[in-house]
């Protein structure tokens, strides 16, 4: 069983266009990361949402965490191409460090 | 600063050898993490480990698998006797302790042919 669930899990749009990506879990978490992960290249950190109903902004994404901290959602205005890569949210339980990964978005944003 | 270095990036190993896949974290980060990617999925936790010691090995696989972090040069991850579905993208994360930032490397792509 999945802990996160993150929809959907492929998602292609042209240039300019909006997307939102969810990341989902029946139980409730104290933190929220969202990563980007290019073609070839490790996770990159985008984001950590803490407190619910927090609304990030990352210039063009906008990170929002749900009120009972079981859901969040990642939106991109105007897409372009530079977007393009698997969008992964991760949680990590206890005080260990270590992240338990949803199993990613891809998108891809063409021309 | 350098970033966390893995190698080699592309490794090649025929069934039934071993894998010794490196990980040298960023400097002055002693906490190191290994995950497992297979192809258009997420990312599996495998072992936590600080220096000369394991914290947690509860996402290794029970048999050939192992990982060591000694108290002088990189961290370890080794496979013995590679199986075709060990075929994977193997990342290391580091981070200087438990609540901060972890920083991941560019993953090592091992291909058992």
């Known amino acids: 069983t999945q802990l996160l669930e993150q929809s959907p899990q492929f998602l292609s749009i042209q240039e300019g266009e909006n997307l939102t990506v969810y990341c989902n879990s029946s139980?409730?978490?104290?933190?929220l990361q969202w990563y980007r992960q290019e073609p070839g290249e490790g996770p990159v950190l985008l984001v950590t949402v803490v407190t619910g109903g927090e609304v990030k902004k990352l210039k063009r994404l906008t990170f929002q965490f749900g009120d009972a901290r079981k859901d969040s959602s990642l939106h991109i205005t105007a897409a372009q191409t530079g977007d393009t890569g698997l969008y992964l949210c991760?949680?990590?339980?206890?005080?260990?460090?270590?992240?338990?990964f949803g199993q990613g978005t891809t998108l891809q944003v063409k021309p | 600063n350098a970033g966390v270095m893995q190698n080699p990036r592309h490794l090649v190993r025929r069934r039934g050898q071993e894998a010794r896949l490196r990980c040298s974290p960023m400097k002055g980060h002693s906490h190191v993490y290994w995950y497992r990617q297979l192809p258009e999925e997420g990312l599996k936790f495998m072992v936590y480990l600080q220096k000369e010691n394991i914290i947690d090995e509860s996402g290794m696989p029970k048999e050939r698998f192992s990982a060591e972090f000694p108290k002088e040069g990189p961290s370890i991850l080794r496979i013995q006797q590679v199986v075709r579905g060990d075929s994977a993208a193997y990342f290391c994360?580091?981070?200087?302790?438990?609540?901060?930032?972890?920083?991941f490397g560019q993953g090592t792509r091992l291909t058992v042919v």
């Open positions: 994360a580091s981070s200087p302790g438990t609540a901060s930032e972890a920083f």
């Open positions: 139980s409730v978490f104290s933190s």
């Open positions: 991760a949680l990590s339980p206890g005080n260990t460090g270590k992240l338990i």
